[in-house]
């Protein structure tokens, strides 16, 4: 079965440090992959998307940036953290397969910038 | 990209039928309707995905229309553990992107 896995859980970062968000997925290979931000309240923020290794795509500026080293790998980073980067990061994973919708999350990763 | 629009919130009682409708008047022929759960704290889970006319499973049923302009999720018999943030999206050939909106937050009251 697959699954997929993030740390840290909790990060309490200063503003203006560096960041490192990992994901992984076992149990599937070259899947879609997706890194989402949920600031205070509701609605997610897809902020950037994979279809293999080394292919990112942006889908807001910011300062974030998010590689994927391995195919089942996908990390966010910033060099420096600004407040508004608060809130809860999710990696999520999807199979190439066409009509087929169903994106699978991980647990999240709820970062607070001080 | 076909936007959606949904309830803010809804209250329900443990026991009842909840129907919530989405509305999506710009869904392109390839685009499919796909509802998801969330729970505080945690990722959004699939709960069920259709196309046209009705589609049914062991969590819920999805009503669309023949224009599919809207869709109502129906959850039958709601408990308290069902209280949760209901999402709507409509999903076509975009590379897999998911566009989540602000969703409807259902409250379940004994």
């Known amino acids: ?114 | 990209l076909a936007k959606t629009t949904q309830p803010i919130s809804m209250d329900s009682y443990e026991g009842q039928e909840v129907n919530i409708t989405c509305s999506h008047n710009n869904i392109a022929t390839n685009d499919y309707i796909t509802w998801y759960q969330q729970f505080p704290s945690q990722g959004p889970r699939f709960i069920i995905q259709g196309y046209k006319t009705k589609v049914t499973n062991e969590v819920a049923s999805l009503f669309i229309p023949a224009d599919r302009k809207s869709s109502t999720l129906s959850l039958p018999r709601v408990s308290l553990s069902d209280t949760a943030v209901y999402y709507c999206l409509v999903v076509g050939n975009q590379g897999g992107k998911l566009i989540f909106g602000q969703g409807t937050e259902l409250s379940v009251k004994p």
Not at chain 1, 10 to 18: D, E, F, H, K, R
Not at chain 1, 55 to 68: C, H, K, T
Not at chain 1, 91 to 103: F, L, M
């Open chain 1, 1 to 114: 079965s697959q699954t997929i896995h993030q740390w840290p859980a909790t990060l309490v970062q200063p503003v203006g440090s560096p960041l490192s968000l990992e994901c992984t997925v076992e149990g599937t290979s070259n899947p879609n992959l997706y890194w989402y931000r949920q600031a205070a309240g509701r609605g997610l923020q897809l902020l950037f998307y994979s279809v293999g290794i080394g292919q990112i795509s942006s889908e807001v500026p910011q300062n974030l940036s998010a590689s994927r080293p391995q195919d089942r790998q996908f990390i966010l980073s910033s060099k420096k953290l600004l407040l508004s980067d608060s809130g809860f990061y999710l990696c999520a994973w999807r199979p190439k397969r066409i009509s087929y919708n169903e994106q699978f999350f991980g647990p999240g990763t709820r970062l607070t910038v001080l």
